[in-house]
């Protein structure tokens, strides 16, 4: 079937403290991208990897660090997340040369 | 950069009704528009797209119409369900099947009322 994972889908933590959500996909896609989504803001995109190695900001990449040493694995790190960067985010991923994107079930962030 | 403005963000109809939300868009070099459903607790889904060199798309109940002319476009549900019930959203953007940078509208709640 196929998927994009993302680890861990619940979290509250405490501001400055480092972590990273992970994201894997399944489909052999080049193309990864975070994204968070906020209410009466819709989904903004965080960071995008267009293949192994190759990562550049979206529209809100601030406070955010992203990685991508191997195809199918896309993390995002948060270096010290503050409460700003309380939010759901989404992993995607789409095939080259492909429309859909798929999406992540999600994970829930909070900084307090 | 592009900006997409979604109306209304809740909608209310009765089974079997119609449901139609509205998308316009500010970036006239946009030529992919595709719709995603989110139910709770998952991630958004794609469920229908069109090309700017198309006016019209559809797939079952579910409809998509382009004007570029006023830069809007559309979603239409026909014959609506209970599972119709989630948030939508719109999204625009330049495919050059390089960064897809999708730009989404805010959502729509769509309610189904039994």
């Known amino acids: 079937e196929a998927q994009v994972t993302q680890n861990p889908r619940y979290l509250i933590t405490v501001t400055g403290k480092k972590l990273t959500v992970t994201c894997s996909q399944n489909?052999?896609?080049?193309?990864m991208s975070w994204y968070r989504q906020d209410p009466g803001l819709g989904l903004r995109q965080i960071y995008y990897?267009?293949?192994?190695?190759?990562?550049d900001k979206g529209d809100v990449p601030e406070g955010y660090k992203v990685s991508r040493k191997e195809k199918r694995n896309f993390p995002l790190i948060l270096e010290s997340p503050s409460p700003n960067q309380t939010s759901l985010y989404f992993c995607a991923s789409r095939g080259e040369g492909g429309n859909t994107i798929y999406f992540g079930e999600g994970s829930w962030l909070t900084v307090v | 950069g592009e900006n997409v403005e979604q109306h209304p963000s809740t909608l209310s109809v009765q089974e079997g009704d119609s449901a139609v939300i509205k998308c316009t868009y500010s970036d006239s070099a946009s030529n992919y528009f595709p719709w995603y459903k989110q139910e709770l607790g998952k991630g958004p889904q794609l469920i229908i797209d069109?090309?700017?060199?198309?006016g019209e798309k559809k797939d079952q109940r579910i409809a998509v119409t382009l004007n570029k002319t006023a830069k809007h476009f559309s979603l239409h549900i026909t014959e609506t369900q209970p599972e119709d019930s989630a948030v939508y959203f719109c999204a625009a953007s330049i495919s050059n099947f390089g960064n897809e940078k999708l730009t989404f509208g805010t959502g729509t709640r769509l309610t189904i009322i039994p």
């Open positions: 069109i090309r700017s060199n198309v």
């Open positions: 990897s267009m293949n192994v190695e190759v990562t």
């Open positions: 489909m052999n896609h080049e193309y």
